[in-house]
């Protein structure tokens, strides 16, 4: 299999039927920037090209999986004309995710947070390293989750814990995101070994069966996800402009809570 476009910040290695997909900007906690989210778009369909590969694991180097969107790109965005292709990226990129017709896995240390959690809740199956935290944390910089959020967390939660979890956007343990759903199976030996038995059960299986139920569920979301996308976009861009935004991005600069005034 050739993997055509992979750059430093997106790293490939293939073992068999199984591909990881690996994040690789360990300095910023893997923090996604537009370069970072395009690899990614491309790195996938590629994969998709491929009869050879059945399942895709997706990870961060370093200390986590991934921290979200670039908060430094959202300082130095200087047209809002930018935001809106930065969008269509990302909801691109879990678009293409959700429907890859491969069985999809994260594998979860560290921090999955804002963005990045979104990610991980367009794969098939989460498993979370015993010590990593879970957050929705758009909230406290006076944003809207994005990237299929609020789509993923009501199919998991109901409407009402979804909103709770989203106004709250408290970090939860991995443990507390398992039992409220949100992900499948928490790693108390390490990630890369629970990723290993999983993979080694899955090969076993009669995946081309499993993938066909994915893609008829994906088939009927489908719709429904695209929906929450524009949504959100659109949600996105009006909170951008509001007050409590730019005291939500200033507090972060200067490490301290945020004064928000509800509008």
Avoid at 230 to 249: N, P, V
Wanted: proline share 3%; with cysteine; glycine share 8%.
């Amino acid at each position: 299999m050739t993997i055509n476009f992979v750059t430093e910040k997106v790293q490939v290695t293939v073992d068999g039927r199984v591909a990881t997909v690996a994040m690789n900007r360990p300095e910023s906690l893997n923090a996604l920037d537009n370069e970072m989210i395009k690899g990614l778009v491309s790195t996938l369909k590629d994969i998709n090209e491929s009869d050879e590969i059945d399942i895709v694991v997706l990870r961060g180097e370093g200390k986590a999986f991934c921290s979200g969107g670039d908060i430094k790109s959202m300082i130095t965005m200087k047209d809002e004309r930018d935001f809106f292709p930065i969008m269509e990226s990302i909801n691109e990129l879990i678009v293409t995710l959700y429907t890859m017709p491969k069985l999809t896995i994260a594998a979860v240390n560290g921090a999955a947070a804002g963005l990045g959690f979104s990610l991980a809740m367009a794969t098939d199956f989460i498993i979370a390293d015993s010590t990593s935290v879970l957050a929705m944390n758009f909230i406290g910089i006076g944003l809207i989750p994005d990237g299929g959020a609020h789509f993923f967390l009501e199919k998991r939660m109901g409407e009402m814990k979804t909103k709770q979890l989203i106004w709250e956007g408290k970090g939860l343990s991995a443990n507390e995101a398992l039992k409220l759903g949100l992900i499948h199976e928490v790693s108390e030996n390490g990630i890369d070994v629970a990723v290993e038995a999983r993979v080694s059960d899955w090969l076993q299986r009669p995946i081309e069966a499993m993938v066909k139920t994915k893609m008829i569920l994906a088939e009927k979301n489908r719709p429904q996800l695209l929906k929450m996308l524009e949504l959100e976009k659109h949600g996105q861009f009006k909170m951008r402009q509001t007050q409590d935004h730019r005291e939500g991005i200033q507090a972060f600069v200067e490490k301290r809570k945020p004064m928000f005034i509800g509008k």
